[in-house]
């Protein structure tokens, strides 16, 4: 038994995604910011940090974006969404997830000019292909995610980074990124500026 805890737009977005990518049967709990939901103390005690995403598998609770999109993956090899042709893709797969939590994503924090600085390398990184590996995989879920933020915050124009670009419209054309924006969406954002 899966359950997502989640706040809409926030990090959880990215195993929102994936979790609909999959198929899997889960129980979604949106987390309110305002209400501060994520400091009740019952919500601490699975996520001590008090932040989303946290999976609950069958109530072992499972934190970071990277850890769950890697389980999700990996506990659903049909559905092609982790490299495991060889063990060198696995690990570009690794460094992307690292450089997406440890540059990307403490970046936006830091201000508009660090994100884009950020959003430079990954453009570079991207060298013009139109997935980070070879095929779709949780590294395009995860890299979408802030993607999607900085649009949202920013609006920089396609040209900015065309790469990033062209990556965003083709992952937001699919229907179970199309379905978590709608479910989210509905419950409302609380995004911090
Ligand atoms: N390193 C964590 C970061 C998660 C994170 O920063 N979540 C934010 C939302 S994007 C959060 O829950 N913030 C609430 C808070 O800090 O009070 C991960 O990758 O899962």
Redesign the pocket.
């Known amino acids: 038994m899966l359950t997502l805890y989640f706040?809409p737009?926030?990090?959880?977005m990215a195993p929102h995604i994936a979790l609909h990518e999959v198929g899997a049967v889960f129980e979604p709990r949106p987390?309110s910011?305002s209400r501060k939901e994520?400091?009740d103390p019952a919500y601490l005690a699975i996520n001590p940090?008090?932040?989303?995403?946290t999976l609950l598998i069958d109530n072992r609770p499972l934190?970071?974006?990277?850890?769950?999109l890697f389980y999700v993956a990996r506990t659903n090899s049909g559905a092609k969404l982790w490299p495991f042709s060889s063990v060198e893709l696995e690990a570009q797969a690794l460094s992307w997830m690292s450089f997406i939590?440890s540059t990307i994503?403490p970046a936006r924090r830091r201000g508009e000019e660090h994100f884009v600085q950020a959003f430079r390398i990954a453009e570079h990184r991207m060298g013009g292909r139109p997935w980070a590996l070879d095929e779709y995989s949780v590294v395009d879920i995860h890299l979408f995610r802030l993607y999607w933020?900085f649009v949202n915050a920013s609006h920089p124009s396609p040209e900015t980074f065309p790469a990033l670009h062209a990556h965003y419209e083709r992952i937001m054309a699919r229907p179970a990124v199309r379905r978590t924006i709608e479910i989210e969406s509905v419950i409302g954002y609380e995004?911090?500026a």
């Not at 737009?9 to 959880?12: E, F, H, P, V």
């Not at 934190?63 to 769950?68: D, K």
């Open positions: 706040a737009g926030a990090s959880s987390i910011f994520n400091r940090e008090g932040k989303v995403p934190t970071e974006v990277a850890a769950i939590a994503h933020r995004l911090p």
